[in-house]
């Protein structure tokens, strides 16, 4: 049985840092790509970054680029989002999800997803 499991979240200042986690279980990540996605009150969830099962490929967008960094420990299972410099429209409940692996790929679409873990929020305020 897949689960996903994200921890990390909080509250943090404007130009401050979290990293967030997303621990897995029923997976090898080195045959599942890893999304993270994230989710306004009264927004669509969006994509904002996604590692491919690989290693070789990850993806973010745009408004994230530069700022946020995904890293995997394959030994504990998880996935890692630093996020730095966040800002006030970065608060968002955050979502991990993985799916099977194809080929050197991952996608920041959220339909693209089979597990979903329950989310973390993050709010930046001062």
């Known amino acids: 049985q897949v689960q996903v499991v994200e921890s990390g979240g909080g509250l943090v200042q404007p130009g401050g840092s979290l990293r967030l986690s997303c621990t897995t279980s029923?997976?090898?990540?080195?045959?599942?790509?890893i999304g993270w996605f994230r989710q306004a009150p009264g927004k669509e969830r969006e994509g904002v970054s996604c590692?491919?099962?690989?290693?070789?490929?990850?993806a973010y967008a745009d408004s994230v680029k530069g700022r946020f960094t995904m890293s995997r420990d394959n030994a504990k299972n998880t996935v890692y989002l630093q996020m730095n410099s966040l800002k006030p429209e970065d608060t968002a409940v955050y979502y991990c999800a993985a799916r099977v692996g194809l080929f050197n790929v991952c996608w920041l679409s959220p339909e693209t997803y089979n597990y979903w873990g329950q989310g973390t929020q993050v709010t930046v305020s001062s």
């Open positions: 029923g997976v090898t990540l080195d045959d599942y790509v």
């Open positions: 590692v491919a099962s690989s290693h070789e490929t990850a």
